[in-house]
């Protein structure tokens, strides 16, 4: 059930909704889009069910052309976030259609209805119509059609987003084995760094219409193949500084420079932009950390952490740290850095070097 995309894309007008993109998605594989709204996920996935057709390229489906074929003549099964049930119909009847168009016994339906619902957290309301319920579980019976109906590719667009946190959690952890246990391929899209990396599989990283990288997930987000995937594979997006190599030093900013040790071995003199994830700055002092001057500019604390916005030289810079900090905006901040920690791409984007700890990761 491999589904292939050569060459595919989509332009409406003088819109291009999707770049040419090739793309091969393996059975029982979770492989999740991410990017941020407007980036092209849900357009990349209307294109892999045949809600719209391709600008160019084709789309095979276990080697086979399915590009004119309609949604209808093939094995999907989508859910949005937007919930979409038979309002009509009760709760066990929404999640019991699929199988009955299929044609499968009574006592087959009824155990993967029950098996599913429990799992969803929806026995107690099967009796219920979709008005009768709250939104999360309006949407946890969309889910849960979906996962009944033994479909080959699977597209969910932003499903977790209207369930509360520790439902999200589960179902994080249940779907990919549920999927991988059906063969199927999964398809889910994000806009939030830390739920792919909490869903795993591989990954497809996308910035206006174009699909940056694509592999496994741990190794998309430690080995970014250039500064935008970097800023897409991290949430607040990567700082940046550029930086110039000379000798084994590197030279920032006002006049400052520091050695860079391991960082800087091999490289050739010149211009580089180093990239450094926010919860990677640090506040408190640090051994052998690189140093740098800001202005304190805002501060967000979200309850154990805060989030500090920063003014370098003109370059705006966020910094995770822990704990609730009591900082005044205005106020001159020394933040730390370790070069360990440290991402060095060429002036075009490309990466250079990636930070040697996700190298050791």
């Not at 930086?243 to 860079?260: C, I, N, T, W, Y």
Request: glycine share 8%; aromatic share 6%.
């Amino acid at each position: 059930m491999t589904l292939t995309l050569e060459n595919v894309s989509k332009v409406v007008g003088s819109d291009t909704h999707i770049h040419p993109t090739d793309l091969r998605l393996e059975p029982g594989t979770m492989n999740v889009l991410l990017g941020p709204t407007l980036s092209g996920k849900t357009s990349l996935m209307r294109l892999m069910a045949g809600l719209d057709q391709p600008s160019t390229g084709r789309i095979l489906w276990q080697g086979d052309d399915v590009t004119g074929m309609r949604v209808q003549d093939r094995k999907v099964a989508m859910v949005y976030q937007q919930f979409i049930n038979y309002p009509s119909m009760t709760v066990y009847d929404n999640i019991a259609s699929p199988m009955r168009l299929l044609g499968l016994d009574r006592a087959e339906i009824d155990r993967k209805v029950r098996e599913t619902a429990d799992l969803m957290k929806l026995s107690p309301l099967l009796d219920r119509k979709p008005l009768e319920l709250s939104g999360g579980q309006q949407q946890r019976c969309a889910l849960a059609r979906a996962l009944v109906k033994n479909a080959g590719l699977v597209l969910l667009d932003e499903p977790l987003a209207n369930l509360d946190y520790k439902l999200r959690e589960e179902l994080r952890a249940e779907i990919p084995r549920i999927f991988e246990d059906s063969g199927a391929i999964f398809v889910y899209a994000t806009t939030e760094p830390e739920e792919a990396l909490l869903l795993g599989g591989h990954c497809a990283t996308l910035w206006e219409g174009r699909v940056t990288q694509f592999g496994p997930t741990p190794v998309v987000y430690r080995q970014p193949a250039d500064m935008t995937t970097a800023r897409v594979f991290s949430d607040p997006p990567m700082n940046f500084l550029s930086v110039e190599k000379r000798g084994e030093r590197l030279h920032f900013g006002d006049g400052q420079s520091v050695p860079a040790g391991s960082l800087v071995a091999g490289l050739n003199d010149g211009g580089y932009i180093a990239g450094f994830r926010p919860n990677h700055l640090e506040i408190d002092a640090q051994d052998g950390a690189m140093t740098f001057e800001t202005t304190l500019t805002v501060t967000e604390i979200t309850g154990s952490e805060t989030f500090v916005h920063l003014d370098h030289h003109g370059e705006r810079w966020v910094g995770l740290v822990h704990g609730v900090r009591s900082l005044t905006p205005g106020q001159t901040l020394t933040v730390h850095l370790d070069p360990s920690h440290v991402y060095l791409f060429e002036t075009s984007g490309a990466l250079k070097q990636p930070a040697p700890y996700s190298e050791a990761a």
